[in-house]
């Protein structure tokens, strides 16, 4: 038995890999004080994340993790329901930009080797 037969449907998580990635180029072109003064850049952030925390879901559902206490899904589904739930003026910027600049390579690691 292949690897992919052991994982049905797995490869339907690789949206979470290419999204992430997107967030790597976003803060590729931005930084901090960009984040700050870029409503627009920082909206962009927020709408990915919460992409990326949709997708979590599903991915922990099809490799039989919980979103809740599964990693690397339950950190990517947290900041998927905090950025979802709250209004803009609740949301805590400082821990959206540490989620994206200080956990993304390492977010991407994870996902890449649970899809590999």
């Not at 449907?9 to 180029?25: D, E, P, V, Y």
């Not at 870029?38 to 979103?67: F, K, Q």
Request: charged share 25%.
């Amino acid at each position: 038995m292949s690897g992919e037969d052991a994982r049905p449907g797995l490869t339907r998580c690789w949206n979470s890999r290419a999204l992430l990635a997107q967030t790597g180029k976003l803060l590729a072109g931005g930084g901090r004080a960009r984040s700050g003064a870029d409503d627009h850049y920082r909206w962009v952030m927020h709408r990915l994340w919460i992409a990326v925390g949709n997708e979590t879901l599903a991915c922990a559902r099809l490799t039989g993790s919980s979103p809740n206490t599964g990693q690397p899904w339950a950190r990517l589904y947290r900041l998927r329901n905090m950025l979802a739930h709250r209004r803009l003026p609740d949301i805590d910027e400082d821990e959206v930009w540490r989620a994206t600049v200080l956990r993304i390579a390492s977010l991407r690691k994870q996902v890449r080797d649970l899809l590999t």
